[in-house]
């Protein structure tokens, strides 16, 4: 009997968590992270803003568990059929859509480089994942003679993910980038394999 009390309270915590995740990514996708963001977040919740950090250790937990959740609406969105090299020209376009969750990517993976940072175990997982199935994509193509075979798919698939946040990071400053039509430039001219006859 005493264990029903525990089991309910965990899961209404653990409700109220996933309600704070959700209306935080709503809100920072628009209104950025800083300023009166975690007021905005914590009113829509129905709680003080204090009352936020009884369900994270603290803000920066609350901001990788942000990131995880845009991360997983991105994959929700995405059409099954696009894989690796087709997803980063949407990934872009939608990014440009959410330029408060973008920028809190930016800055996060930025400081994240401490392993004793919350979010470091985010980006050292995330970028593992991006870089093996963009490798894994680039080397089915390289398979059927669509991309260059003078570099491994691996190193490949890393200059194209440092292509994108390089992008990305310009069009924080400049909204005149268009990141979609850079990246999709960029693997054209990359990734193509040399012409018949040419040397090298």
């Known amino acids: 009997?005493?264990?029903s009390k525990p089991r309910g309270q965990y899961a209404k915590g653990a409700e109220r968590r996933e309600q704070i995740i959700q209306t935080a990514t709503d809100v920072f996708a628009t209104e950025g992270f800083e300023g009166t963001a975690l007021k905005r977040v914590a009113e829509l919740v129905g709680v003080k803003e204090a009352t936020l950090f009884h369900y994270f250790r603290g803000k920066q937990e609350l901001l990788t568990a942000v990131l995880a959740e845009r991360d997983r609406r991105g994959l929700a969105d995405s059409d099954q059929e696009d894989v690796?090299?087709?997803l980063l020209a949407p990934i872009a376009e939608r990014n440009?859509?959410?330029p408060g969750l973008t920028?809190?990517?930016a800055v996060a993976s930025a400081t994240a480089n401490d392993p004793?940072?919350?979010s470091h175990p985010y980006f050292?997982?995330?970028y593992a994942q991006v870089v093996a199935e963009l490798a894994e994509d680039i080397g089915r193509r390289q398979g059927a003679g669509e991309v260059r075979t003078d570099v491994s798919a691996t190193m490949l698939a890393r200059l194209v993910v440092a292509a994108f946040d390089g992008l990305q990071l310009q069009w924080l400053y400049d909204k005149s980038v268009d990141m979609a039509d850079g990246l999709t430039q960029l693997v054209d001219v990359l990734l193509a394999p040399p012409a018949a006859g040419a040397p090298g």
């Open 84 to 86: 690796g090299l087709r």
């Open 116 to 118: 004793g940072h919350d």
């Open 124 to 126: 050292q997982e995330r």
């Open 96 to 98: 440009r859509k959410e």
């Open 1 to 3: 009997m005493s264990t």
């Open 103 to 105: 920028t809190l990517y």
